[in-house]
Nanobody
């Protein structure tokens, strides 16, 4: 199992940007695909984006495609989420996620083996 710690959340106006970071420890980070999920009040946790273990493939939900970018730095054991053109509907707690099986892309919550503690992102209108 890996340990995940997110940072970088906060309050931003609509149209603004934030970058989230997720530091990973405990296992060989470079072997893991990684993902980001989010959960708004009263809603289920939903997939945001994911990146393959090599960084060569990325996946996005339709709601964030073209606005968010996931990336990773295997030398720093860190995965990033750059969020641009933020909207009030992006307000949620954002969670970093590592899959149960290292190279499986974590698209569904049931495929996640480790979660971070979450970081709040609030977008004001």
């Amino acid at each position: 199992q890996v340990q995940l710690v997110e940072s970088g959340g906060g309050l931003v106006q609509a149209g603004g940007s934030l970058r989230l970071s997720c530091a990973i420890s405990g296992r060989t980070f470079s072997s893991y695909a990684m993902g980001w999920f989010r959960q708004a009040p009263g809603k289920e946790r939903e997939f945001v984006c994911a990146i393959s273990w090599s960084g060569g493939s990325t996946y996005y939900s339709d709601s964030v495609k073209g606005r968010f970018t996931i990336s990773r730095d295997n030398a720093k054991n860190t995965v990033y989420l750059q969020m641009n053109s933020l909207k009030p509907e992006d307000t949620a707690v954002y969670f970093c996620a590592a899959p149960r099986v290292q190279k499986v892309i974590p698209v569904f919550p049931t495929t996640v083996g480790s979660w971070g503690q979450g970081t709040q992102v609030t977008v004001s209108s």
